[in-house]
T-cell receptor, first 116, second 111 residues
Framework: ETGVTQSPTHLIKTRGQQVTLRCSSQSGHNTVSWYQQALGQGPQFIFQYYREEENGRGNFPPRFSGLQFPNYSSELNVNALELDDSALYLC???????????????FGNGTRLTVT | QKEVEQDPGPLSVPEGAIVSLNCTYSNSAFQYFMWYRQYSRKGPELLMYTYSSGNKEDGRFTAQVDKSSKYISLFIRDSQPSDSATYLCAMSAPPGNQFYFGTGTSLTVIP
């Protein structure tokens, strides 16, 4: 069974730039969620994708956007980067039906984004 | 007030000790409770999940949920140095798909 993989592992960007992070879900999982984890904090929900559509969003501005592809892989895009966007970005997959509050999340190892 | 409160520690115990990790929550709609372990520079790893009040055991780990008190716990028996990590509680409520995490408790088990 292949787990969740994320790329790249580390990234350094300048304020105002744009970034794309990638995620391949665990085999058999059709739902992908993205979380932001600031240093010393727990993960914060950004959004979830199910059947290639956004299926729930946390308290993040529209400059955070995403995609899900037919093979269930996903991208997280962040435009107009700000210093506060520096964090570990975690992708998690789960087997759900669109109402996945009771499907445990399986996380990748994250992408560490530093904005200077 | 945060949805989920967790003492960040750090917690330091000798090898073989019983460890108790705790979270409290404010939203009575939470019905699904999870514990994750996160090693440095890694993603969270699912340890246990449970729906109901009471205890659930898996090897050296026991998850306890008290919905009337809005309080959950994770007990680790015979703690090992390899248990040294940050432990995150998480919970969710129907019909949503967002999981709410605590800030994590940093645990060190000293050989």
């Amino acid at each position: 069974e292949t787990g969740v993989t994320q790329s790249p592992t580390h990234l350094i960007k300048t304020r105002g730039q744009q970034v794309t992070l990638r995620c391949s879900s665990q085999s058999g999982h059709n739902t992908v969620s993205w979380y932001q984890q600031a240093l010393g904090q727990g993960p914060q929900f950004i959004f979830q994708y199910y059947r290639e559509e956004e299926n729930g969003r946390g308290n993040f501005p529209p400059r955070f956007s995403g995609l899900q592809f037919p093979n269930y892989s996903s991208e997280l895009n962040v435009n107009a980067l700000e210093l506060d966007d520096s964090a570990l970005y975690l992708c998690a997959s789960s087997a759900g039906t669109g109402r996945s509050y009771n499907s445990p999340l399986h996380f990748g190892n994250g992408t560490r984004l530093t904005v200077t | 007030q945060k949805e989920v409160e967790q003492d960040p520690g750090p917690l330091s115990v000798p090898e073989g000790a019983i460890v108790s990790l705790n979270c409290t929550y404010s939203n009575s709609a939470f019905q699904y409770f999870m514990w994750y372990r996160q090693y440095s520079r890694k993603g969270p790893e699912l340890l246990m999940y449970t729906y109901s009040s009471g205890n659930k055991e898996d090897g050296r780990f026991t998850a306890q949920v008290d919905k009337s008190s809005k309080y959950i716990s994770l007990f680790i028996r015979d703690s090992q140095p390899s248990d040294s990590a940050t432990y995150l509680c998480a919970m969710s409520a129907p019909p949503g798909n967002q999981f709410y995490f605590g800030t994590g408790t940093s645990l060190t088990v000293i050989p």
